[in-house]
């Protein structure tokens, strides 16, 4: 199994512009979530979803959108890039919302300038 | 909201010897689940170690034991026998009935050969 996968792996945007983020898993998980990791800080929720066709906001969901259209795919779209949206990205998948542990991605490192 | 807070930014051991992370939380529920993530250089986050609010005996895995205490919310990590490998920012987090997982601001643990 790859697990979680996330691409691209780095990416520099110029102010206004827009792109989306891939997230893959295939442990055939329900639940998958997206993290933004800021320097020096924890990880701050952005949007999740309980499986396909189903998505909710998190802590931090401004200037995002994301769909679920199947179990293994759970995009994250930037509409317009902003300097505020400078973060590393992480993408989760786990079994169950609670109990079980969230599975990570290896991140994706985005530049807005 | 849940808040989850790690009061030692940085902290550093001689290999072989034993190390404690702090981690305290403020909730006002009482089912709730409690992690430590770590996250190397890599940046692959990976889970450690994880504790049900519900269960009295601390949780332990290999090298890596918890003090968890529910009345003072308080949530440890001790890392017994410290290796080279165990270099890394470690992540304590908090899920309860929202379903999201809170995370602390981090501490990273530098391990002195």
């Known amino acids: 199994n790859a697990g979680v996968t996330q691409t691209p792996k780095f990416r520099i945007l110029k102010i206004g512009q827009s792109m989306t983020l891939q997230c893959t898993q295939d442990?055939?998980?329900?639940?998958m979530y997206w993290y933004r990791q800021d320097p020096g800080m924890g990880l701050k929720l952005i949007y999740y979803?309980?499986?396909?066709?189903?998505?909710d906001k998190g802590e931090v969901p401004n200037g995002y959108n994301v769909s679920r259209s199947t179990t293994e795919d759970f995009p994250l779209r930037l509409e317009l890039a902003a300097p505020s949206q400078t973060s590393v990205y992480f993408c989760?998948?786990?079994?169950?919302?609670?109990?079980?542990?969230?599975?990570f991605g290896p991140g994706t490192r985005l530049t807005v300038l | 909201a849940q808040t989850v807070t790690q009061s030692q930014p940085e902290m550093s051991v001689q290999e072989a010897e034993t190390v404690t992370l702090s981690c305290t939380y403020d909730?006002?529920?009482?089912?709730?689940?409690l992690f430590w993530y770590k996250q190397p250089p890599s940046r692959q986050m990976i889970l450690v170690i994880r504790?049900?609010?519900?269960?009295?005996q601390n949780a332990t895995e290999n090298r890596f034991s918890v003090n968890f205490q529910k009345a003072a919310k308080s949530f440890s990590l001790k890392i017994s026998d410290s290796q080279l490998g165990d270099a890394a920012m470690y992540f304590c987090?908090?899920?309860?009935?929202?379903?999201?997982?809170?995370f602390g601001t981090g501490t990273r643990l530098t391990i002195i050969p």
């Open positions: 989760a998948s786990s079994y169950s919302i609670r109990y079980n542990e969230q599975f």
């Open positions: 442990m055939n998980h329900n639940y």
């Open positions: 979803s309980v499986g396909a066709g189903i998505t």
């Open positions: 909730t006002s529920e009482s089912d709730y689940y």
């Open positions: 504790q049900e609010a519900y269960k009295q």
């Open positions: 987090a908090y899920i309860g009935g929202n379903e999201k997982l809170t």
